[in-house]
């Protein structure tokens, strides 16, 4: 089960509460059918999201809350195929304001970069907010105590605050689906305050590409002022608490294997070959797939290939576009007038240059099943993906998927978030329509043996990240649960092979539970054999500095660390920093050696109140120690000892770890170290390694371009995992060996 920290909300909110895993968002996984007896049935969605979530679903008896499709329709909550559904009921102004409205006439068009111009209507927004509480509304009652709540998509932008608001205890994420653009653009909207504030409720935000999720964090420094370090916002959340919003991108993937096994079928390859016979058996089939919509590039793509056409390049006996373009938001006046320019544009380029054998374009506006979808793409030598803004794309990984064959190009706009992942496809700028069109003649004309080579790389990445790792490494960011593999994981070694080439980097390395395994007695904690070479390995490099951040004391950290030489030392949690030039004392004002006197007494008094619980001196504080005693009676001294520290010292600052309650006089953490240690390293890049809940203050001071890396299970802030020491010591060595590659030396792991 996902469970978040305890907090007591009011119980009236809890008659219905039932789910530990609740999704919410604008449609049920299910669509409403009406049989012709009037009776109502429901049949599953084939989506992604839906393939991705259904099996988490089960195991955490998750319920979906969403719209069933059908306005001034309600339905009572039912189970399909061993999920509950939810479903919320919209009216049908409600479907014209807040969907078709604001949702598609205002976000839509915004969020694209303005590609067709946003309608504001005050009452679009009213009838936003209004629908948003409802959902909210119905989240929360659905929801356990604790449970988890993933909100998706930009309709629904409003519900994390209110959840946060109404249900405290809940850990919410929420995850956006399109682009999120540039504030420049994103000022425009009247209601801009309202829809970040509503965002910044969730613990973790996502998005398709990291400069979305930059765009949201600048958006939020020029509209509340509030502090952000990399991927981490600090919100004030009342009663002088800070809560640390993750917003950063966890790229959307598709069920690869599935496409695979489809592709795969001799019915549906049957089928392939009879959709290229039908067309004539053109030497070349290019096809488009796209939702009927302005953001697509469908013109910027009819238009490369009439002139094409046009200037004899291609010839409509060797060449056809096929064009699927499914029906969308056709109540839209754009999306209207949009349909109607592009069948004008197919008409005339078909009535120019198609042949009584032969058709230029081959358009077809109706969606079809997957299946047919997956003929489609066998079918197809180059799949032509020319989107003018998309925040993933997921019909680009679906082609690549298909092809087992190693026989197909995939032409792609880098306006795409999957162009960030898809580098070996042919990347293009659909503006540019003579780029556009040299691309096409490119991909057409690519030898087999360079197609095979590219349909390699691509089909490896979209099987690496599939849609089940995608919801797997949000649900680990949100939740800190889940199963860690031994071993360095691909997208770590991803991670790891492009920071080693960075001109300076700084290696900064929690100690205990990560170079050292955690033993009963600080002081015989060592770091296992392969971890101290690797540190030696890049010690002994003039472009690579060494930091050890511990919440030891400097003394006991030297004592057990024994760094090598050259090695920065960071104790006592950022209070005492040893760099070139030797230690930092610490002079302690009169109140701070009172204070900590009286906190000495306290700590020893509760300390002897349980066999095994010990306390330790640091040169600002004390640290109760309760890893020794079972785990009920550590958590009553802990909060005996909180209880009476801040009744009797409440100047002092609070830390817990992992069998360890912490207080201090003279108030520091592991994020201020690394950055006085990034400074003085100069450093390009950090790369940090931590297991406690302490190393969170240094993954939040982490920067774009740094790499954080939490050992074992809980809630981080770090974007990867590892399981152990020992895979630690295995992630310092391959670091190690990438930084020589770098540098043009071999590598074992190559």
């Known amino acids: 089960m996902l469970h978040a920290p305890e907090s007591t909300p009011s119980d009236d909110l809890y008659i219905d509460a039932a789910y530990d895993m609740i999704v919410v968002s604008n449609r049920l996984p299910v669509d409403y059918e009406q049989a012709p007896d009037g009776s109502t049935t429901w049949k599953g969605s084939p989506g992604g999201l839906v393939t991705a979530l259904e099996p988490i679903m089960r195991t955490t008896e998750g319920a979906w809350v969403g719209w069933a499709g059908v306005a001034d329709m309600e ?57 948003n ?31 946060r608001e109404s249900r405290p205890d809940l850990v919410i994420g929420f995850f956006n689906h399109i682009p999120f653009p540039a504030y420049g653009i994103y000022s425009q909207l009247p209601w801009r305050r309202q829809v970040i504030d509503g965002l910044l409720g969730a613990d973790v935000i996502g998005f398709q ?20 370090r990399g991927s981490v916002i600090d919100v004030p959340d ?18 690869a294997a599935g496409f695979e096994e489809l592709a795969r079928r001799p019915e549906v390859q049957a089928r392939a070959k009879e959709i290229r016979s039908s067309l004539g058996d053109p030497k070349t089939i290019i096809l488009g797939v796209d939702r009927l919509d302005y953001t697509k590039g469908i013109r910027h793509r009819l238009k490369a290939f009439g002139e094409l056409l046009r200037d004899e390049r291609l010839s409509v006996e060797d060449v056809t576009l096929v064009q699927v373009a499914s029906p969308s938001r056709e109540r839209v006046e754009t999306y209207r007038l949009l349909r109607d320019e592009i069948e004008l544009m197919v008409g005339r380029l078909n009535g120019d240059h198609s042949t009584l054998g032969h058709q230029a374009i081959a358009y077809l506006h109706h969606g079809y099943p997957r299946e047919e979808m997956v003929a489609l793409y066998l079918a197809a030598d180059v799949m032509l993906v020319t989107a003018l803004r998309d925040g993933m794309n997921l019909v680009a990984k679906e082609y690549v998927a298909c092809r087992f064959d190693e026989r197909g190009v995939l032409l792609l706009s880098e306006f795409t978030g999957a162009s960030d992942e898809l580098r070996q496809a042919v990347l293009v700028n659909p503006h540019d329509i003579e780029g556009l069109k040299d691309a096409i003649v490119e991909a057409i004309e690519m030898p087999q043996r360079e197609r095979s080579r590219r349909m390699r790389a691509l089909r490896k990445r979209v099987r690496e990240n599939d849609v089940a790792n995608w919801s797997a490494t949000f649900l680990k960011t ?104 030797g230690g930092v004392t610490i002079d302690l004002r009169d109140a701070e050696l009172a204070g900590l006197e009286r906190l000495t007494q306290i700590l020893e008094e509760v300390a002897s109140g349980a066999e095994g619980a ?95 890396v939490k050992v074992g299970q809980g809630k981080s802030l770090a974007t990867h995992r590892v399981k152990s020491t020992e895979d630690v010591a295995e992630l310092l060595e391959r670091l190690a060996d990438a930084r020589d590659m770098a540098r043009g030396r071999p590598s074992r792991w190559t």
């Open 75 to 131: 339905f009572d909550p039912f189970e399909h195929d061993g999920i509950s559904i939810i479903p919320v009921p919209l009216s049908a102004d409600e479907l014209e304001e807040y969907y078709e409205g604001f949702s598609n006439d205002t976000l839509w068009p915004l969020y694209h970069d303005v590609i067709a111009p946003p309608s504001f209507h005050r009452e679009w927004w009213d009838s936003y907010v209004r629908v």
């Open 133 to 163: 509480r409802r959902f909210a509304e119905a989240a929360a009652r659905a929801a356990s105590h604790g449970a988890v709540v993933w909100v998706q998509d930009y309709q629904l932008q409003l519900v994390p605050r209110m959840l």
């Open 209 to 228: 590409r990291s400069a979305d999720a930059g765009n949201f964090t600048r958006a939020v420094r020029r509209l509340f002022g509030y502090a952000t």
């Open 238 to 255: 009342g009663n002088d608490q800070v809560r640390h919003v993750v917003a950063r991108h966890f790229p959307i993937s598709i069920d």
């Open 478 to 581: 949100l939740t800190g649960s889940g199963i860690i593999a031994p071993g360095v994981p691909e997208g770590l070694t991803s991670a790891l092979n492009r920071i080693a080439g960075t001109e300076r980097l700084l290696v900064a390395l929690d100690f205990d539970g990560t170079l050292a395994p955690l033993v009963d007695r600080p002081e015989d904690a060592r770091a296992t054999k392969r971890a101290r070479a690797a540190i030696e390995r890049l010690a002994a490099a003039d472009d690579t500095r060494v930091a050890i951040v511990s919440g030891r004391a400097l003394q006991s950290l030297r004592e057990v660390a024994d760094p090598p030489q050259g090695t920065l030392l960071s104790g006592s949690h950022g209070v005492e920093l040893q760099l070139d030039s």
């Open 614 to 708: 010990w306390v330790e001196w640091k040169p600002a504080g004390l640290a109760l120690h309760t890893r020794r005693v079972p785990a009920n009676i550590g958590a009553t001294l802990q909060r005996t000892a909180r209880e009476r520290v801040e009744a009797e010292v409440p100047e002092l600052s609070v830390r817990g770890g992992k069998g360890v309650l912490e207080f201090s006089v003279r108030p520091g953490d592991k994020g201020e170290a690394l950055t006085r240690l990034r400074q003085h390293a100069g450093s390009s890049a950090v790369f940090y390694v931590g297991d406690d809940v302490t190393d969170e203050d240094a993954f939040a001071a982490l920067e774009y371009e740094d790499v954080g």
